[in-house]
């Protein structure tokens, strides 16, 4: 018997890791902050030079620690006039990036929870960005799964396994 690939655990990233990592609205703020502006140092318009942002309580702005001048971090992105969370915009990326089979927006309403037409949109923005051709990644990627990953859907195959516990057989496309 052939011994089952195992994923080493600083590649792997579980829902857990997920929901620990982007735990609220604010987390997801924080984190779009930070890849902007880098611990929250950014130019000021108002003072015409690089000074630290704190987070202004209850929006999604940050302000100048001398001036008081705000910044928005979701400004020119498909976050901007959003209505659903900054949290379900994560969990989606989430998704689609972590199943090996295609993704459809049936499905991301029933893994969120939201309406069909919020699934359609946030499904359709995020495939938008992820097939525009003039975007630029500011780091190298990693490809998210290369077949040996255990996919997360309930339908067919589960981590190598069919439902009923036997291993799963390769299959030709002969």
């Known amino acids: 018997m052939k011994p089952r ?19 609220s ?3 997801c703020l924080e984190y779009i902050k930070e890849q902007r502006w880098p611990n929250g140092v950014t130019k000021c318009e108002k003072c015409g030079i690089d ?8 929006r999604t702005a940050y302000a100048c620690d001398h001036c008081g001048n705000h910044i928005y971090p979701l ?18 990326m989430y998704l689609m990036g972590s199943t090996r089979c295609a993704m459809s927006a049936k499905r991301i309403q029933r ?10 949109r946030t499904f359709r923005e995020i495939r938008r960005l992820l097939t525009n051709e003039d975007l630029q990644l500011e780091r190298p990627t990693a490809a998210i799964d290369n077949g040996d990953a255990p996919s997360l859907s309930r339908e ?8 009923n516990g036997s291993e799963r057989q390769p299959s030709s496309l002969g």
């Open 5 to 23: 690939p195992s994923i080493a655990i600083e590649r792997f990233y579980s829902v857990a890791d997920f929901n620990r990592e982007f735990a």
């Open 25 to 27: 609205h604010d987390a």
């Open 51 to 58: 000074r630290k942002h704190h987070r202004v309580t209850g």
């Open 75 to 92: 400004a020119g992105t498909v976050f901007a006039k959003s209505t659903t969370s900054l949290k379900t915009w994560f969990y989606v």
């Open 111 to 120: 893994e969120t929870g939201v309406t069909y037409k919020t699934a359609w």
């Open 156 to 163: 067919g195959v589960i981590g190598g396994f069919s439902h």
